[in-house]
Each structure stands twice: as C-alpha cells, then as structure tokens.
C-alpha cells in the first residue's frame, strides 16, 4: 500500500508540475498575452515584460523546487495558492460550464495540490527534499 500511495503522489506531482510549468512559461513566450490573463482575470493592467520574466521566473524556480520534493511544505503550499488564486479568478466561467469547460480541470488540479500538500511527508519517490 504505501508504495502504490508514493507512485500515485509521484505522479500527481508531476503531472501538476507539467500543468504549472507550463503557464510560467508562457509568461516568458508571450508577455503580452500573460499581461491580458492578468488584466482579464485578476484586474492588475498594465505589467510589463520585465515584470512578466520576474514573476516567471520566480514560479519556475518553485515549481522546479516542487517537483523535485524540495522544501515541501513551501513549495507545495506555494502551488496550492497560485493554482487556487487561478481557480478562483475564473470564477465567471464556471457560472456557464458548458461553453467554458477546460476551465473545469482546474477544480479536480485543485484537489490534487491540495492532497500532496496534506500528504507531503509521504510523497518522497524520486524527491531530493527530506
């Protein structure tokens, strides 16, 4: 049981990590639609490139962190905010579900953020944290 409980943990790790990673690259790659996000979502206009690279840089160190099993209860806890902080900011969209469904998928990533940040002490397959 307990290791089909570190496989299963180590997966939704990962699979979080592809999901995560993936939005802070795209501040990277396209600063300008990151900017609309911020704008459209969370009513903060006017973010520049610059600070667009920042903050991407800030969450894939994190993120990089996260995956690797390091510092668990930030980073994972860290995850959780950010992913959450997202679910809710698109709250409109899942007022009309069937004409926003991959919005949807956020709801169950964000039970997985929250199951490995309860079960962080025993997510440790393929970590470098404790």
């Known amino acids: 049981m307990e290791r089909r409980l570190q496989i299963s943990l180590f997966i939704l790790r990962v699979t979080v990590f592809t999901v995560m990673v993936m939005w802070s690259l795209s501040k990277l790659l396209n600063p300008e639609g990151a900017a609309?996000?911020?704008e459209s979502f969370y009513y903060i206009g006017g973010l520049t490139a610059p600070v667009l690279?920042?903050?991407?840089?800030?969450?894939?160190?994190?993120?990089?962190?996260?995956?690797?099993?390091?510092?668990?209860f930030w980073t994972y806890g860290?995850?959780?905010?950010?992913?959450?902080?997202?679910t809710l900011s698109s709250w409109q969209q899942?007022?009309?579900?069937?004409?926003?469904?991959?919005f949807l998928a956020a709801?169950?990533?964000l039970g997985a953020?929250?199951?490995?940040?309860?079960?962080r002490d025993q997510d440790t397959l393929f970590t470098l944290g404790r």
């Open 78 to 86: 860290f995850v959780l905010i950010t992913h959450g902080l997202s």
């Open 36 to 38: 609309g996000i911020f």
């Open 113 to 119: 953020c929250f199951a490995l940040l309860l079960l």
């Open 107 to 109: 709801i169950p990533m």
């Open 94 to 102: 899942y007022l009309d579900p069937f004409n926003h469904m991959m």
């Open 53 to 72: 690279y920042g903050i991407a840089v800030v969450q894939l160190a994190v993120e990089v962190a996260f995956v690797l099993g390091i510092a668990r």
